[in-house]
């Protein structure tokens, strides 16, 4: 067994998809009662980061004997469940699901009470769930996917993070289906387009300030982001992120948008 | 000087504080409208934004900013909190629009509003009722149709609201008894 590490991004990405069937349609983990340790929460992140990579097939067989504790199989699809320092939980697609009272809305509001629990100020809380929300509306309505996005959240030793994963058509086919954006030439370039104010594959005036959001709440505080896409990657360390300053960089080919936002407990504190 | 404005409190009507997302927006707009609906007074409404947290600009404009389009509707955000104004702000600028906001009583339009119609505003604010032709005296440089021009602009951004008087047209800030 691994020993209790903090569950990096990836980690995060590889832990909340898994590879389903022959075709490869990486699908969202779905989320019931379970009662893993985070200690066995990483060995599962590891195993899936081996699945991510191909070897799928031989884990395949192991999987129902490895994951005992950690979920149960529905089928081909893990259910992971929550922890007190975290949970994975998918996003809603239909706007019931984010009615007051919702399991999505329930979970949200974990999160922000676990990071005030630890200390942080109840609105830097109240900020980080809404950049979450802003995320999780953002995965819905743009990934084009059939499977549900899947949100995250881990508060683990020093650090607070929240993730949210969708398995669609990426932002530069997601923005070229506006004709104002036909002209991005890559992926690069399209999520560097993305995350400026005012961007959106819509083109309305008003939208496209989700990930403003984002980087407000995050305002004079010490955090990293990383937004990474079907071939792209942009990153931020440092504190007060803007959109302009990311650094950006081409990727191997991967479905889907993630978006993965942490910080340090202790700063969030001071 | 400001009147006692019906209005209903949006955290209690969407049961929530946190207000974010644009999917969670498009989902509370009818619940939004209804209230508003509910609790105006002559088209006029306050939106009553004590108890929210984060109003987000996707939520913001799925949910809220709609009620501006309402036929003879008249909004006016009320306890407003400063980091939420700058959100609102986005979506108004983006939108060309504009909204007056009360926070301890005192009027301040957020949003775009450009120089000239600024000074119209000023001038109906200042006056408390007035037709183009009231306007007209005031620089004769500009003649009344550009004056009644500004008026109908500041209508449609529902930061005035009018009445007829005959063939004339008077308009007293959104706000004003």
């Known amino acids: 067994m691994m020993a209790n590490s903090p569950m990096h991004s990836l980690d995060v ?25 985070l200690a066995n929460r990483a060995e599962f992140a590891a195993m899936r980061r081996a699945w991510w990579r191909g070897s799928h097939a031989d884990l395949l067989d192991q999987l129902p004997g490895r994951v005992d504790g950690l979920g149960e199989l529905t089928g081909s699809l893990l259910v992971v469940g929550p922890t007190d ?59 084009q996917s059939a499977a549900p996005p899947v949100s995250t ?36 370039m399209a999520l560097q387009t993305a995350i400026t104010d005012g961007v959106s594959s819509t083109a309305r005036p008003g939208r496209g300030f989700g990930f403003t959001q984002v980087f407000r709440s995050l305002a004079d505080r010490a955090c990293s982001i990383r937004f990474r896409t079907t071939g792209a990657l942009a990153v931020w360390e440092g504190v007060s992120p803007a959109s302009q300053q990311l650094t950006m960089s081409p990727m191997p080919q991967r479905i889907g948008f993630h978006v993965a936002v942490s910080g340090s407990l202790a700063t969030v504190r001071a | 000087m400001t009147m006692t404005i019906a209005g209903f409190n949006l955290a209690e009507t969407v049961k929530r504080t946190v207000l974010a997302g644009r999917i969670a927006g498009a989902g509370d707009k009818s619940k939004i409208e209804k209230a508003a609906r509910a609790a105006a007074s002559e088209g006029r409404v306050a939106i009553d934004c004590s108890g929210i947290e984060v109003m987000s600009s996707s939520y913001f404009d799925a949910a809220v900013w709609p009620l501006w389009s309402l036929a003879d509707f008249f ?13 609102i702000e986005i979506v108004l600028k983006a939108n060309g629009g504009a909204a007056w906001c009360l926070t301890k009583g005192e009027p301040r339009i957020v949003g775009a509003l450009d120089s000239t119609l600024e000074r119209t505003v000023q001038e109906v604010v200042r006056r408390g009722e007035v037709s183009a032709g009231d306007l007209a005296d005031l620089d004769r440089a500009i003649g009344a149709t550009a004056w009644s021009n500004r008026l109908a602009a500041l209508y449609n951004l529902r930061l005035v609201r009018r009445s007829k008087d005959g063939r004339r047209l008077n308009y007293v800030a959104t706000w004003r008894a």
Not at chain 1, 13 to 37: E, F, Y
Not at chain 1, 100 to 122: C, D
Not at chain 1, 167 to 184: D, E, H, N
């Open chain 1, 153 to 188: 959240f881990e508060l683990f030793h020093d650090r607070w993070s929240f993730s949210v994963t969708d398995v669609g058509v990426g932002v530069l086919a997601s923005l070229r289906t506006s004709p104002k954006y036909q002209m991005l030439k890559n992926e690069v």
């Open chain 1, 13 to 37: 990405l590889d832990n909340v998809l898994a590879n389903i069937g022959t075709a490869g349609v990486k699908k969202p983990l779905h989320l019931d009662a379970c009662r893993a340790s």
């Open chain 2, 75 to 87: 909004p006016i955000m009320t306890k407003v909190s400063a980091h939420v104004i700058d959100d």
């Open chain 1, 85 to 143: 320092s975290g949970e994975v939980h998918d996003v809603p697609e239909d706007q019931g699901g984010w009615e007051p009272g919702a399991p999505f809305l329930m979970f949200q509001e974990r999160f922000k009470t676990a990071l005030v629990n630890t200390g942080a100020p109840s609105p830097f809380a109240h900020g980080i769930v809404g950049a979450l929300n802003e995320m999780a509306s953002n995965a819905v309505e743009h990934a």
